[in-house]
């Protein structure tokens, strides 16, 4: 009896990590979407064109990366470029309507979203609803129109606003406008570590708000999505503040097939534009994640049969001794309590094997010293991402 309960944990153990690699296509998609959103949101655009057009190349039927991109190009003042994008996502996704209504060719659309000209001091909203799915699309331009006395000329700036709706919080004393910009009249004020309602994110880097039922604009310079927390210590009269991160933010980006364990999750990655053992730390952390670190022989043999099963054979984890040989570090910080090397590993065949890795040789789960995408037979540039505290 106890030998059938055992195989029975087993095969629900192995099933249930074969489970979570088999939409692992779907994961990079969804995962470049991400760091494509983050990006525009970040008003980084060229990285963000870069994530949506990769999304494109595994995901070509995907709509979201096509309005992404033209978004991210009309934020560069590149309307060729949005235009062109918008046109090729017509072509390939299967129902256009956001690309249409974007190029303005929906008859519903009240005006196009790209415009040549604005003409006027006016706030202009252009609304899409979409019959099949009851979606709304609102995108806003907001333009301004200044007169230059000496030489009486006329120019005019339009910013476009993209719907959001999220929670931030004033970083400094600051000043909520009636525009986006700070031409326009002052209609209130936050004061530092204040709840800001956020309903819109303008072109310029400036954010749309509630501010006590109105609409107001205020700069993001000073936002964040972290909540500051003031408090007044009364031996001294003085004033202490602590930033506390908003929790849910950590697991925003873990693909939705990720591996799970004790409450963190994993996920193995294989991406052409990862080439070394920096750029994967970087690539972890700008998933809000880390390199993966393991601190018990358990958590050790789930990850092994993970990567496994995700059909790989070579992975990098967040251990290294680049800074001083022979003194391996995690990655995030963590204390080296546990360790698995194979027999007479770490060797430093070379000088620049600094990184612990799962390697095809040592099928037991013990770990080698690899040089990451170098000179280690056959040991690639894999690695495996970690979310959790």
């Known amino acids: 009896m106890k030998r059938l309960l055992s195989i029975f944990l087993v095969m629900t153990f192995v099933l249930t990590l074969f489970t979570s690699c088999e939409g692992a296509d779907k994961a990079l998609a969804s995962t470049y979407l991400n760091l494509g959103e983050k990006y525009l949101t970040d008003l980084d655009y060229e990285e963000a064109i870069v994530y949506f057009n990769k999304l494109i190349e595994v995901e070509p039927n995907n709509e979201r990366a096509y309005l992404g991109m ?13 235009i062109a994008i918008l046109e090729q996502g017509i072509v390939i996704v299967d ?6 209504a974007m190029l303005g060719e929906d008859d519903e659309a009240d005006k196009p979203v790209i415009s040549a000209v604005t003409t006027s001091t006016e706030v202009t909203t252009a609304t899409t609803t979409t019959a099949t799915t009851q979606a709304t699309t609102v995108t806003t331009t907001v333009a301004t129109t200044t007169t230059v006395a000496t030489t009486e000329a006329t120019t005019t700036t339009a910013f ?11 970083t400094d004393t600051l000043n909520v406008r009636s525009g986006p910009s700070t031409e326009y009249d002052r209609i209130g004020r936050y004061s530092k570590g204040d709840e800001v309602t956020v309903t819109g994110k303008v072109s310029n880097g400036w954010y749309q708000v509630d501010y006590n039922g109105k609409e107001g604009y205020v700069s ?3 936002l964040s999505l972290e909540k500051i927390v003031v408090t007044t210590v009364t031996t001294t009269d003085t004033k202490v503040e602590t930033t506390v991160t908003e929790e849910q933010d950590i697991f925003k980006y873990v693909p939705s097939d990720a591996g799970e364990y004790n409450g963190h999750y994993y996920y193995v990655y294989d991406i052409s ?3 070394s053992w920096d750029d994967a730390v970087a690539y972890c952390e700008s998933l809000n994640g880390y390199l993966a670190t393991i601190t018990s022989a358990e958590e050790n043999s ?13 992975a990098y984890f967040g251990l290294t001794d680049s800074e001083k040989e022979g003194t391996w570090k995690w990655v995030n910080g963590e204390s080296v309590t546990y360790t698995n090397w194979h027999k007479n590993e770490p060797n430093s065949e070379s000088s620049r094997e ?7 040789k040592y099928t037991d789960g013990t770990w080698n010293d690899g040089d ?3 000179s280690t037979l056959n040991g690639g540039k894999v690695f495996i991402c970690e979310w959790g505290n």
Do not use: H, Q, W
């Open 70 to 82: 033209a978004e991210a190009y009309i934020a560069l003042g590149d309307t060729d470029s949005a």
């Open 372 to 374: 990451f995408n170098g």
């Open 354 to 360: 600094d990184y612990a890795m799962f390697y095809y």
């Open 220 to 222: 993001g310079n000073y």
């Open 302 to 314: 789930f990850l092994y049969n993970y990567m496994v099963l995700c059909g790989y054979k070579s």
């Open 95 to 100: 129902d256009p309507t956001e690309l249409r």
């Open 273 to 275: 534009s990862v080439t």
């Open 160 to 170: 476009s606003v993209k719907s959001l709706s999220a929670t931030m919080y004033a």
